[in-house]
């Protein structure tokens, strides 16, 4: 059974960074592309950054140069880094495969990140 376990959310002040981990256990997660979602109150959840088997990177616009992924696979772990947080960036965050995949893990019980202002 595939678990993803997200961690490293909190509350921050904007302008702030933080350091997401989703640790990925049931698969060897260097096989697959990956990617952080979120998802704000009231709002559906979105993707936010992915990174192929091969490493290579993609953001949404709202991130861009804000937010690095990567990935540890000895560790089968993805990583999300965050700087330079913004209030609109407060929302649950969670891992998976990314949106073009065939294959969708369950999800997990996502990292919650508050900014305030």
């Known amino acids: 059974q595939v678990l993803l376990d997200e961690s490293g959310g909190c509350l921050v002040q904007a302008g702030g960074s933080l350091r997401l981990s989703c640790a990925v256990s049931?698969?060897?997660?260097?096989?697959?592309?990956m990617g952080w979602y979120r998802q704000a109150p009231g709002k559906q959840r979105e993707s936010v950054a992915t990174?192929?088997?091969?490493?290579?990177?993609v953001y949404v616009d709202s991130v861009k140069g804000r937010f690095t992924i990567s990935r540890d696979n000895a560790k089968n772990t993805v990583f999300l880094q965050m700087n330079s947080l913004k209030p609109e960036d407060t929302a649950v965050y969670y891992c998976?495969?990314?949106?073009?995949?065939?294959?969708?893990?369950?999800w997990g019980q996502g990292t919650r990140v508050t900014v305030s202002s």
């Open positions: 998976n495969t990314p949106l073009y995949s065939n294959t969708r893990f369950p």
């Open positions: 049931g698969v060897i997660v260097s096989t697959y592309a």
């Open positions: 990174i192929s088997s091969g490493g290579l990177t």
